[in-house]
């Protein structure tokens, strides 16, 4: 057994169901220290964090990622213990196993691997881990990014380990993610007796002109890495349950997912010029989720290309396609962060597995692009 499988494996088995690290973290802790990494632990509202770092001079690269899963779903439809990795046809299969364990585990390995072979490397190595990925995000890498800021702490490069293969391992890198912008919208009207509409003002009526326009608008055409800005309503809510009541305010939950040609402020402005335009009373609140960010072709995107050619022998995609990841709370203080892991399919699913192959695949991979990075040989 391989000591990125073992070291899945034992993660696996731990029940970290978001928010909870359930002594994952501990255990990476403990193979860490004795290589010369100094760990700074930050427990934020019951979600565990870890900083971890080797060495302090420049480049400093990072590892990045998540030790907390989503819940299993029923029980009854996996064909073994979500918690009980458990290999079958050439797979390992455990809630996290892809989403994201493995990468956890790869990275850590390859770190160990390469401190080994390069005890006196150029710049650091870091590692930075949460339990609050799959939950809310609000206490897990944005409290240690805020720390890292209060520190003038830059990263030069940071490796996301999320999975990002699509079809075959090594066939995707992720090298920016779209922006995240939410609304809460209230439109108001008056609300009347369903029969008497000249004595009421019926605000899904009112709003219906707006919503039009919104939908229908080009917000920007994208560039050459991300799709064009996307509007979408996820949720509209109005009425007092009865059918002969005109409703006295509206609901609309909407959101925008942005590239770099679009800013939050920008997409704010111009949807509220639209619903003045129309005339209507509405409150709204603003969630910026994240912002869009891209690492154009550089070193990183380079090492890890060539670490994967090396590896598997095929050439992977550039992509920016995705929800967000925490890379969106690391922009601000790194300018190039790429994410590179094991096949995506089963994330999230019953049954989750991962190609065991893959997981060997996975270290070499972040091996070679620490020596590329960080190796003076």
């Known amino acids: ?87 079958r046809d050439g797979k390992l299969f455990g809630r996290g196993a892809a989403d994201m364990k493995t990468g956890v585990a790869a990275f850590v390995t390859a770190a160990e691997a390469f401190v080994k072979a390069h005890p006196d490397h150029t710049g650091s190595v870091a590692l930075l881990i949460t339990s609050d990925e799959e939950g809310q995000a609000i206490n897990g890498t944005v409290r240690v990014v805020d720390w890292l800021k209060s520190q003038n702490e830059r990263i030069d490069y940071t490796i996301v380990g999320e999975p990002s293969s699509t079809a075959q391992f090594g066939d995707t890198i992720r090298n920016g993610r779209r922006g995240s912008l939410s609304a809460r919208l209230i439109v108001k009207g008056v609300q009347g007796h369903i029969a008497y509409p000249h004595l009421a003002q019926n605000p899904i009526h009112l709003f219906a002109p707006a919503l039009a326009e919104l939908s229908t608008t080009v917000w920007d055409e994208g560039n050459a890495y991300f799709p064009a800005t996307s509007f979408q309503v996820s949720n509209i809510n109005g009425g007092t349950g009865a059918f002969n009541v005109i409703p006295g305010t509206i609901e ?21 010029d639209i619903l003045r335009k129309h005339g209507l009373a509405f409150d709204v609140s603003w969630t910026l989720g994240g912002k869009p960010f891209l690492t154009r072709r550089g070193d990183l995107v380079d090492a890890l290309s060539k670490s994967v050619e090396k590896v598997v022998g095929l050439t992977p995609q550039l992509s920016t396609s995705g929800g967000t990841s925490d890379g969106r709370f690391i922009a601000d203080i790194c300018d190039q962060i790429a994410e590179f892991g094991p096949i995506n399919a089963t994330i999230h699913k019953i049954d989750e597995c991962v190609q065991i192959a893959d997981m060997d695949r996975l270290h070499d991979v972040y091996f070679h692009t620490l020596q590329i990075l960080l190796s003076s040989d």
């Open 1 to 87: 057994m391989s000591n990125t499988l073992a070291l899945a494996r034992e993660l696996i088995s731990r029940r970290s169901i978001t928010p909870d690290d359930a002594g994952c973290q501990q255990v990476i802790i403990a193979r860490l220290k004795p290589l010369g990494f100094v760990c700074e632990e930050f427990d934020c509202n019951g979600v565990t964090n870890l900083w971890a770092r080797r060495g302090t001079a420049k480049p400093l690269l990072c590892f990045a990622g998540h030790t907390d899963v989503v819940p299993t779903g029923p029980l009854d439809k996996w064909h073994t213990d979500p918690f009980l990795p458990t290999e």
């Open 252 to 272: 609309i939950y909407f959101n925008f997912r942005f590239c770099t040609a679009s800013t939050a402020l920008d997409l704010q402005s111009r949807t509220e």
